[in-house]
């Protein structure tokens, strides 16, 4: 999926075990795919053909300005597994390939103005307001690239595989071979040296695509500076049967601290094609991703939400959401970030995985009984806090006289919060 910033954490994963980038808790900017193509295709890279169509009566005038053998029409929602959707009217899958023109008109008119709801969204689902219908490509070969500001390298590095179209962790853990890491210097960027040397190296062999590779490259780079990116990753960078290079997808991140430079940028975003609770998180700075599972987790930092997710799993459990409060969280924040999961029917318990470094252990605890009592909490709640002040926040949380489980350990609380949710 073409987007700002992923819905999906693999990226992070792969940010981590290819590049060994060190993840913050920072706000991303979330655009749709077609707006994101827009981006690409400003800066000179290539894409595929497209049209937007937010009004059925437009539909037809939206379709004249293309012609394929094959269609691409998708549902543009900020949410992953569209393909594997389903609508309110019962339609299914947000992504649909067909030859037929004709049938391009009925599958549009079965998704704008109905809700999607995949593995990511809520039971109700985000509201459908525009659909994308693109030309399919012949694609004879895939490759993949990524620029990103890698801390490790004190900037921005180059990642090329040969292997594109896959998941790049998992051509990092079995092919490390087919992964190149190049650092560059954020002066001179990618070169023509750089670039005819990785175009190379993706196996863009023939002159006329070599040179159309490297014309890309140089581009991608372009667009990383002039959006103020944190990463712009195409996987696909693919090689069509007739010869040409395009980017078929595409994950582009930056964070708020350009927004001074990229307020044309930042006022694209649409909240209303959020997952409602992410949107939701967002107003009052804390980052919120949608699982399919009962555990509810609140934690501080995205590295010890990682950790949090993977000891549930262990323990038999399963994540019903990555929900980061920061480093600099306040009790409010405390009390809307419960607000958020005690408001989501899946959630059968919360998990509080907390390390006190900057924010304060005390800070959460407050915050913790005062949502308790406010919100009349009446699911089971596993607190387990460590670090700055964290005796004070333990005797709040005992002389509270709420009926919190308390924990010492990360796995100890793992554990009760799974046992929570099977009794």
Request: proline share 3%; net charge neutral; charged share 25%.
């Amino acid at each position: 999926m073409l987007r700002f910033t992923s819905q999906k954490l693999c990226s992070r994963q792969m940010l981590n075990k290819v590049s060994k980038f060190n993840i913050k808790q920072v706000r991303y900017l979330s655009l749709l795919e077609y707006q994101s193509k827009e981006l690409l295709r400003d800066c000179g890279v290539s894409v595929q053909n497209f049209a937007i169509v937010d009004d059925l009566n437009k539909a037809n005038s939206a379709l004249q300005k293309l012609s394929a053998e094959e269609y691409v029409i998708k549902a543009q929602v900020l949410a992953g597994g569209r393909g594997k959707g389903w609508f309110d009217n019962g339609f299914k899958g947000g992504v649909h390939l067909t030859k037929d023109r004709k049938a391009v008109i009925d599958v549009a008119k079965n998704m704008l103005g109905h809700r999607l709801i995949t593995k990511q969204t809520s039971k109700d689902g985000i509201l459908v307001q525009k659909v994308m219908i693109a030309e399919s490509v012949n694609i004879a070969r895939e490759t993949y690239i990524c620029i990103l500001m890698d801390r490790q390298h004190n900037g921005p590095v180059l990642i090329a595989s040969p292997a594109g179209g896959m998941d790049i962790e998992t051509v990092a853990e079995k092919s490390p071979e087919l992964i190149r890491t190049i650092p560059l210097d954020i002066y001179y960027g990618i070169n023509d040296e750089i670039a005819k040397d990785v175009s190379i190296f993706l196996g863009f062999v023939d002159p006329t695509i070599q040179e159309k590779a490297i014309y890309e490259l140089k581009n991608l780079w372009k667009l990383f500076v002039d959006i103020d990116a944190l990463q712009v990753e195409i996987n696909p960078l693919v090689e069509t049967i007739d010869k040409q290079v395009i980017a078929v997808d595409a994950k582009i991140a930056f964070d708020d601290n350009a927004q001074f430079r990229q307020q044309d940028l930042f006022a694209l975003e649409d909240s209303d094609t959020k997952d409602p609770r992410e949107a939701d998180a967002s107003r009052f700075n804390l980052n919120y991703i949608g699982m399919d599972g009962d555990i509810g987790c609140l934690v501080n930092g995205a590295g010890l939400a990682m950790a949090t997710m993977d000891i549930i799993k262990l323990n038999g459990g399963s994540p019903a959401n990555f929900l980061d409060v920061g480093g600099s969280v306040k009790e409010d924040q405390v009390y809307q970030a419960f607000r958020i999961l005690s408001e989501d029917p899946k959630v059968k318990v919360i998990l509080v995985n907390v390390f006190g470094g900057i924010v304060n252990c005390a800070t959460i605890a407050k915050g913790i009984i005062t949502a308790s009592r406010n919100l009349k909490l009446k699911i089971p709640l596993v607190v387990r806090l460590e670090g700055t002040n964290v005796t004070e926040a333990k005797v709040l949380l005992a002389e509270s006289n709420l009926p919190i489980v308390t924990a010492n350990d990360l796995d100890e609380a793992a554990k009760k919060a799974v046992n929570s949710v099977k009794t």
